[in-house]
């Protein structure tokens, strides 16, 4: 089960009820945090949550309304106790402005930052894991540095008892080897292949905001199951702000969820400018009837399918 | 007229409702920010107020909640298409945090940065000024450099046309040497005192938090119109807990806003651990009757004294 909690939905500038877009990811007492505007520790306490168990702050760059709340949530973790390392994974540029924020934020614990550059981002494919969670950042097209998230939780197969008799695994063994990749026994390496089926399809997430609508996100999301996706303006006569702007409209990220078959794509990253993004929901449902307009502090819970 | 705003309350992290401790204050459209933590921003929204008005920006000291929100206020203030320089006034540290903050915020507009060496905070006795508003920082007593600020709103005299008579001011000038200085006519000088009485009592607010409560709080806060002051805890309970943090008790607070003589006195910067600082105010107004809690966007607003 992964928990995604979208934070805040805004862009450019915090609003009175409209923090700015961040998003925390859940699963098995694991924490994935994705960007920190100013504000996002309000936000996170606002919607019940601690800083405290955060293991990987994902950063999509460096634009201030995604990142300017690190010296307090930093502060914030530092007052909590916190000592183990924090893990930050981001596009170029993430260091220098890390460690510009730092000036005002003094802490005891590490930092783990792993700053990816452009060309690593076009092919990364090692995953930062927190807990069950997989994370592969991946590029999207914005006029700075710029990454979005696939999170994956794996899912292992089910246990064949057929199959494990088949490979003569001894029945004192088939427990053990369903928690562990390999046992040995009486000299003979017995592997988890041996007694369970093929993997079952585990759960997908993919977040990707401040972006034109690039094939690249299309694929990353194919048939995820959530994709929470930017969506500056929805009135289609925005379209050459958004362009100018390295944004999307909503039709454009419902274009994306189409090509991509996910399930459900949450809008989120709106203009200050954009008071009721869910008036022009019609632009993205017309495309793809399962978009929806994220609000802040909204939670959705996803479950592996049945067997 | 000097109209005080307080945006925030808070000390060390934002709350859900109760932003950071900050201050606005505006007299005939100028206007002065003191301090500015995360979530400031929305605070001047919330309270009604533009960013882009602000002249010049006071910072006590570089503690991220009295300086993380900068970042985020000036790429506001750039989007609001700010062209003027904005003076920011500070004690030592400020420079190399604001440069830090620099990393995020890319502006256009020049940042005039007077940052003030602890020697000097000590003695400091030019003015900054915002329109009639005359700024002097002033040094308090916290485990970084730190400054407390004392704000007038000069006030001359009246005009006394026995006086100008006593003079030999020609009548014709009386008008034009009440708005200026001083006029020259058929090769005589003559200056506004000569047809003006002593100068007025004018108004007066001193901010000071982030401190133990020593004399030179007091000393400044002489006759104040408003003392905003420092109020970490109200529990006498706290008292080894606001030594060690270099923070007050209410109580502390009140007893400078008596040996001061202010006329009202205003408690700020709270701890979040502090959920209704009312409950503690008979602390401070036993021996201060004129103190209150501040709440956020509590505003106050203070006149001349009748003639």
Same mark, same amino acid.
């Given at each position: 089960m992964l928990e995604t909690i979208i934070l805040g939905t805004g862009g450019t500038i915090p609003l009175k009820n409209r923090w700015l877009a961040s998003c925390l990811l859940r699963c098995s007492g694991s924490d994935v945090l994705i960007d920190c505007g100013e504000g996002t520790q309000i936000a996170i306490k606002s919607a019940g949550?601690?800083?405290?168990?955060?293991d990987i702050l994902c950063l999509t760059h460096c634009h201030a309304d995604h990142i300017s709340g690190l010296p307090g949530l930093l502060l914030t973790m530092g007052n909590e106790s916190r000592t183990k390392p924090l893990t930050v994974v981001g596009p170029r540029g993430i260091k220098a402005a890390i460690n510009g924020l730092l000036a005002i934020a003094p802490i005891v614990f590490e930092l783990d930052i792993h700053e990816i550059s452009p060309e690593d981002l076009e092919t990364w494919q090692t995953p930062f894991t927190a807990g069950k969670m997989q994370i592969f950042p991946f590029p999207v097209d914005h006029d700075f540095p710029c990454a979005g998230f696939r999170v994956e939780v794996p899912r292992g197969g089910k246990f064949n008892p057929a199959k494990a008799r088949e490979n003569n695994v @001894?029945?004192?063994?088939w427990s053990k080897l369903q928690k562990n990749q390999q046992v040995e026994s009486d000299g003979v390496i017995y592997t988890q292949d041996m007694v369970l089926d093929a993997p079952r399809k585990g759960i997908k997430v993919v977040y990707a905001t401040?972006?034109? @609508?690039?094939p690249r996100i299309a694929e990353e999301a194919?048939?995820?199951?959530l994709l929470i996706c930017e969506g500056?303006?929805?009135?289609?006569?925005k379209l050459a702000r958004v362009i100018e702007s390295h944004h999307m409209l909503f039709s454009e990220a419902a274009t994306l969820a189409q090509t991509a078959q996910v399930k459900r794509m949450l809008l989120t990253h709106y203009s200050p400018g954009l008071d009721h993004p869910e008036e022009y929901i019609q632009y993205a449902q017309e495309i793809f009837p399962n978009s929806f307009c994220a609000v802040d502090g909204m939670k959705e819970v996803l479950a592996f399918e049945e067997d």
């Open positions: 949550y601690s800083m405290s168990s955060i @001894p029945q004192a063994l401040d972006s034109r @609508p690039v194919r048939q995820a199951d500056m303006y929805g009135d289609p006569g």
